[in-house]
């Protein structure tokens, strides 16, 4: 088992940035797939990014060139850098490892 706590949300204006850090309760290195999720208001929840244990990358079309996920399996921590924000992105985002979420965090993009 592990716990995921996101942090680092907030309100950004359109065109901004935001990192978003997921702290995990234990050693990461064992998690072979982690991911970042967002969930707008009623809309389903859908993947933005993941990451494999080998940093094999993968985005949704939507994010491609502007958002970066990474792993630290030093610090048991996965990041999404999120520049070139659009109102669009605005959801509660998910940070997910194996079978585990964390509680979200929510990014607002607007003006």
């Known amino acids: 088992q592990v716990q995921l706590v996101e942090s680092g949300g907030g309100l950004v204006q359109p065109g901004g940035s935001l990192r978003l850090s997921c702290a995990a309760s234990r050693n990461i290195f064992s998690i072979y797939f982690m991911g970042w999720y967002r969930q707008a208001p009623g809309a389903q929840r859908e993947l933005v990014a993941s990451?494999?244990?080998?940093?094999?990358?993968n985005y949704a079309d939507s994010v491609k060139g502007r958002f970066t996920i990474s792993r630290d399996n030093a610090k048991n921590t996965l990041a999404l850098q999120m520049n070139s924000l659009k109102p669009e992105d605005t959801a509660v985002y998910y940070c997910?490892?194996?079978?585990?979420w964390g509680q979200g965090t929510q990014v607002t993009v607007s003006s």
């Open positions: 997910k490892g194996d079978d585990f």
């Open positions: 990451i494999t244990r080998t940093y094999s990358t």
